[in-house]
């Protein structure tokens, strides 16, 4: 079945709730809407989360219902996706200083399968780096009012400098997992992890640490008469 919604967390002026969220470790399929939505809500960190199959946004980061501070994208690996990976729609207009607050930071992240932008930002402030993206069916990114149809133009902004455009080696059919020749391994930017725990404190890129190369089991062959 396909499910309209995924996750929201929302704060509306006055409300005071929706603040200091961890979502982790989560698998979203099979979306009409977007997966996981982040709907005028401060320091916010989505993290380890696997998004497929999605018809609208993977993640959604709104500032509509608020302002959307700090809020941070690490480390999720998106796949198959109709529309946008990662939509940042800055609904509100900037601070009394004529400034965009800083909402957002995207790193880490696998971006396979997109039918149109994998990054979608419509006004500033966010930032973007040590990405991977692969099946990119229109383009990279909207950045700057600007479509950025491959890596190095996205890049000619000033954003994603460690961005990778290859294939990330998933290690099966639907298994998300890395396989031991993955580029996204001991390719990302730290986040307090410690990459596929081997004792180098780089992290990898998408929604799982590899930890080593897939067992083989081999089972025995009963012949009958």
């Known amino acids: 079945a396909v499910h309209a919604l995924g996750i929201d967390v929302e704060h509306f002026y006055g409300g005071g709730y929706g603040h200091r ?24 960190r989505v993290e380890n989360n696997l998004i497929t199959g999605v018809q609208i946004f993977g993640i959604l980061v709104n500032t509509n219902a608020g302002p959307a501070l700090r809020n941070e994208l690490f480390n999720n ?30 790193q880490n992240n696998i971006f396979n399968n997109v039918a149109n932008w994998a990054i979608y930002d419509q006004g500033g402030g966010t930032s973007v780096d040590y990405n991977l993206y692969w099946q990119m069916h229109s383009a990279v990114a909207f950045w700057g009012g600007t479509t950025r149809f491959t890596l190095a133009d996205f890049q000619s902004t000033g954003q994603e400098i460690h961005g990778l455009a290859q294939n ?13 020749f993955s580029p996204a391994i001991d390719a990302g930017l730290n986040t307090n992890a410690d990459g596929n725990n081997d004792a180098v404190a780089v992290v990898d890129i998408g929604a799982h640490e590899w930890t080593g190369p897939l067992q083989k089991v ?8």
């Open 168 to 180: 990330p080696l998933f290690a099966l059919p639907g298994d998300f997992r890395l396989d031991e």
């Open 218 to 225: 081999y089972l025995p062959v009963i012949i009958h008469d």
């Open 21 to 44: 969220n961890i979502f982790r470790r989560n698998h979203v399929y099979e979306v009409g809407g977007h997966a996981i939505a982040i709907l005028g809500a401060n320091d916010t």
């Open 77 to 106: 690996t998106i796949d198959n996706v109709a529309d946008r990976a990662i939509a940042i729609i800055e609904g509100q207009p900037a601070d009394s200083l004529g400034l965009v607050p800083p909402n957002t930071r995207i």
